[in-house]
């Protein structure tokens, strides 16, 4: 069932489909998106046609469905052609209406199982050990979830030739993995003086993802000697700069969350922009500490942190125990010099970015 006045949005894309609210979209295209490219069709959709799926049909596994059909459209030598004259829908679920409750039921647990089995089928062993480590794919430690039934056309495009490489996806992709900082070369913590407290979020454990908790504050904890797991106090660089390479921003490990210039210059984090908006400009600078454009933060008796004007003598917030990322060892060492030296690449071009 649709809206009774469908909600149209153009430039509708099936790699980024539009965002979801409680309730079910629905697309009526009026050109559906095609696949493009040699030997890609039946192996797209032999990925998008799961059978090992628990969710088979609607907003669920439609979504679900992009990471491996996207993998294997592009590692193909193909292209997923936008529907720019799509019409987009809402349903709302609403007790006093029967007609919009669900009439169907899952399992508990089938959306996690159905990203990990995408997951393990995209990224390989190596990355794969990476989703491992965020909270709601940690069971699958030791016990990998059946992902044969997608792994099979992610190897092997429709006209028997193989599919390139997930590496090759990550450079083909590079303006975001790269230098947007996604796939970051380096983690840190920030220190603050020899005070021995570290830039850390105050929301502590978070949910992973956004959808629960798209706004954070910071403030100034003691430091942690190691790596813990869920740890807020780990940062690395992230957000493209105007120039189009990396980095402009500060992103907190394993999180969506980036420093930001809140309300009354309060230092907090929002989901990362990865164009780098200019509210999202922090950056460490080896005299200043650290700075949002020509101005400093600074620590409040409190612990909470606010953007100001540089003062002598104030303490100056540095890097500390620096070490390579779990998911920039998984990379080949061939691909790790491309990410510390960037290297020009003349057979793709990605898009423009302009300033924000």
């Given at each position: 069932?649709?809206a009774?006045?469908?909600?149209?949005?153009?430039?509708?894309?099936?790699?980024?489909?539009p965002?979801?609210?409680?309730g079910?979209?629905?697309d009526i295209?009026?050109?559906r998106a095609s696949?493009r490219?040699?030997?890609?069709?039946?192996?797209?959709?032999?990925?998008?046609?799961?059978?090992?799926?628990?969710?088979?049909?609607?907003?669920a596994?439609?979504t679900?469905?992009v990471?491996?059909?996207?993998?294997v459209?592009?590692?193909?030598?193909?292209?997923?052609?936008?529907?720019?004259?799509?019409?987009?829908?809402?349903?709302?679920?609403?007790?006093?209406k029967?007609q919009?409750l669900a009439k169907?039921?899952?399992?508990?647990?089938?959306?996690?199982?159905n990203?990990a089995?995408a997951?393990?089928?995209?990224?390989?062993?190596?990355?794969?050990?990476?989703?491992?480590?965020?909270?709601?794919?940690?069971?699958f430690?030791?016990?990998?979830?059946?992902?044969?039934?997608?792994?099979?056309?992610?190897?092997t495009?429709?006209?028997?030739?193989?599919a390139k490489?997930f590496?090759?996806?990550?450079?083909r992709?590079?303006?975001?993995y790269?230098?947007a900082?996604v796939?970051?070369?380096e983690?840190?913590?920030?220190?603050?003086?020899?005070?021995g407290?570290?830039?850390?979020?105050?929301?502590g454990?978070?949910?992973?993802?956004?959808a629960?908790?798209?706004?954070?504050?910071?403030t100034?904890?003691?430091c942690?000697?190691?790596r813990?797991?869920?740890s807020?106090?780990?940062?690395?660089?992230?957000?493209?700069?105007?120039?189009?390479k990396?980095?402009?921003?500060?992103?907190a490990?394993?999180?969506?969350?980036?420093?930001?210039?809140?309300k009354?210059?309060?230092?907090e984090?929002?989901?990362?922009?990865?164009?780098?908006p200019?509210?999202?400009r922090?950056?460490?600078?080896?005299?200043?500490?650290?700075?949002f454009g020509e101005?400093?933060?600074s620590k409040?008796?409190?612990?909470h942190?606010?953007?100001?004007?540089?003062?002598?003598g104030?303490?100056?917030?540095?890097?500390?125990?620096?070490?390579r990322?779990a998911?920039f060892?998984?990379?080949s060492?061939?691909?790790?010099r491309r990410w510390?030296?960037?290297?020009?690449?003349?057979?793709f071009?990605p898009?423009?970015?302009?300033?924000?």
């Amino acid at each position: 069932r649709v809206a009774a006045t469908p909600r149209r949005r153009r430039g509708y894309s099936a790699v980024t489909p539009p965002r979801r609210r409680r309730g079910c979209d629905v697309d009526i295209p009026r050109r559906r998106a095609s696949h493009r490219g040699d030997g890609v069709s039946s192996a797209a959709a032999a990925a998008s046609t799961d059978s090992g799926s628990r969710i088979r049909g609607g907003v669920a596994s439609r979504t679900l469905a992009v990471p491996p059909r996207d993998g294997v459209v592009r590692r193909c030598g193909g292209e997923i052609v936008s529907a720019p004259e799509s019409y987009v829908a809402h349903m709302w679920r609403d007790a006093r209406k029967p007609q919009t409750l669900a009439k169907y039921h899952l399992m508990p647990g089938s959306t996690e199982l159905n990203i990990a089995r995408a997951a393990r089928a995209h990224f390989g062993e190596a990355f794969f050990a990476k989703t491992l480590q965020f909270p709601p794919y940690r069971r699958f430690v030791g016990r990998e979830p059946n992902a044969s039934a997608i792994e099979g056309p992610l190897r092997t495009c429709a006209n028997g030739q193989p599919a390139k490489s997930f590496e090759w996806y990550l450079r083909r992709f590079r303006y975001i993995y790269r230098d947007a900082g996604v796939l970051p070369t380096e983690i840190f913590q920030i220190e603050y003086g020899d005070a021995g407290l570290c830039l850390d979020l105050a929301g502590g454990t978070r949910e992973w993802g956004s959808a629960l908790q798209p706004y954070d504050t910071v403030t100034a904890t003691p430091c942690e000697p190691g790596r813990k797991r869920d740890s807020g106090q780990w940062w690395h660089l992230s957000n493209r700069g105007t120039d189009g390479k990396c980095c402009s921003g500060l992103k907190a490990w394993n999180t969506d969350q980036c420093l930001i210039q809140g309300k009354r210059s309060a230092v907090e984090t929002s989901v990362c922009n990865l164009a780098g908006p200019r509210h999202q400009r922090f950056r460490l600078d080896a005299t200043r500490g650290l700075l949002f454009g020509e101005q400093c933060v600074s620590k409040a008796a409190d612990g909470h942190l606010a953007i100001g004007a540089c003062g002598g003598g104030a303490a100056v917030w540095r890097k500390r125990r620096r070490s390579r990322p779990a998911e920039f060892n998984a990379l080949s060492a061939a691909m790790q010099r491309r990410w510390l030296s960037p290297i020009a690449d003349s057979d793709f071009d990605p898009p423009r970015v302009a300033e924000l």
